[in-house]
């Protein structure tokens, strides 16, 4: 995971102080990131010898980040599954 985090972190670089903020806060949250571990655990179940699953993990992780930011912000949700979430925390302030 430490190589995944490493590109997610390089690619997440910009200019904009809140995206490096945001970026910051995926990597430090502590999050499970299950879906980026099941398939660097694929690959290695597989035998998998490319070069390109941990960069294919970052894009899976991108994405589950993606929509939970659409959930939390463009439907104004304040729970997730009728539960308040610590992440509308981050996007309140």
Known sequence: MKKTDDILIDRLNSNVELINQMSRYIIDS??????????????RATNYTGTDHHAIAVVIELIHTATLLHDDVVDQSTQRRKVWHHN????LY
């Open 30 to 43: 502590g999050g499970k990131r299950l879906r980026p571990l099941l398939l660097l655990l694929s690959a």
């Open 88 to 91: 509308m925390e981050l996007y």
